[in-house]
């Protein structure tokens, strides 16, 4: 008997050990633990850092630096362990087949033929990385308001040109933005050309001029992460392709719902029970827009995107 009671408790241990996962080491370079776990896709708030800290033997978890350091290290090291509750809401891929069925269904939609290829192309990428149809609609509900792959925004405002904002009129005059790059694809102008601007304006802490690139419509900061993507997709040469180009605006999707923007996700998960449903979708397309897309009066734009999500979630699932 009491060789059988040690088989079985051998065996509880070797389960218990085989079922532990722990999280991919980040790089060696961060210095935070907050950092580190955002480079990752990894809920960072003290609350999470709670939980991952007992499971790593670290109890009465405080914040302090000597627990930060600990749990940093183990984190470069690949042996942080994993924690399964509250934290990091990781995706499911979804199946090739029903991402191409409904794909293809949003293809062969008049509403969306405009901009059919930027949601095909985007939808595609989202669906396969995991994110649930409702979520995907809503991010495909702002792109749809926003613009297209590459795509510059537009600062001809010919009919009522007080309307056009200061950082594009301030764009307009130093640096021919109306000309040159106005309503026009990233394929067709000099990256070199634009990575001088871009510099200047990031030295002046894009603080009077920027301006929208790309089907979100990334600005300042971001357009200028956005841009960096462009360069390694065509190995840093003048000009890129639009399959590059294309490349570059998925990784930057991924990379911010998957880093600073990952709450947004997490968010819209905790809040809707049921995420296979129109409503879940208007929601999706309603959040992403007040704290992703952050449009001039997005209160009200986020219910018209709100509702194109919905629109774009039953057209998908029907």
């Not at 896709?41 to 033997?57: E, H, K, P, T, Y």
């Not at 949003?106 to 290829?117: V, W």
């Not at 007080?162 to 594009?168: K, T, V």
């Not at 993507?229 to 998925?250: H, V």
Request: proline share 3%; charged share 15%; glycine share 6%.
């Amino acid at each position: 008997m009491k060789n059988s009671f040690f088989v079985i408790l051998l065996l509880i241990s070797i389960t218990a050990i085989l079922s532990v996962t722990y999280y991919p080491a980040c790089s060696s370079s961060y210095s935070s633990i907050v950092d580190a776990l955002k480079s990752i896709g990894v809920d960072s708030s003290f609350s999470n850092r709670q939980s991952i800290a007992s499971l790593n033997g670290i109890s009465n978890y405080s914040g302090t630096p000597a627990q930060n350091i600990e749990l940093l290290n183990k984190l470069k090291n690949g042996l942080l362990i994993k924690s399964t509750s509250g934290g990091s809401t990781e995706p499911t891929p979804t199946n090739p087949t029903s991402t191409n069925s409904m794909i293809k269904k949003i293809e062969q939609s008049t509403k969306y033929a405009s901009k059919k290829n930027t949601l095909s192309i985007i939808g595609t990428l989202l669906l396969n990385k995991g994110y649930e149809p409702s979520f995907v609609a809503g991010i495909l509900g702002n792109i749809y308001h926003e613009g297209s792959i590459g795509m510059f925004e537009s600062s001809a405002y010919i009919k009522n040109p007080s309307a056009e904002p200061q950082y594009l009129k301030y764009m307009d005059s130093l640096y021919s933005y109306r000309s040159k790059y106005s309503g026009k694809c990233i394929t067709d102008v000099s990256l070199n050309e634009l990575s001088k601007v871009l510099e200047k304006l990031k030295a002046n802490n894009w603080k009077q001029g920027k301006f929208g690139l790309g089907c979100v419509q990334w600005t300042g900061g971001r357009t200028y992460s956005l841009f960096q993507l462009y360069r390694k997709e065509c190995s840093n040469c003048d000009k890129i392709s639009l399959n590059q180009a294309t490349s570059a605006e998925g990784k930057m999707l991924i990379q911010e719902f998957s880093g600073d923007y990952k709450y947004i996700y997490n968010q819209w998960k905790n809040n809707n029970s049921n995420t296979n449903t129109a409503t879940a979708a208007y929601n999706a397309g309603h959040i992403i827009c007040v704290k992703y897309e952050v449009p001039a009066d997005y209160n009200n734009k986020a219910i018209t995107r709100g509702n194109t999500a919905k629109e774009l979630y039953n057209i998908m699932t029907s």
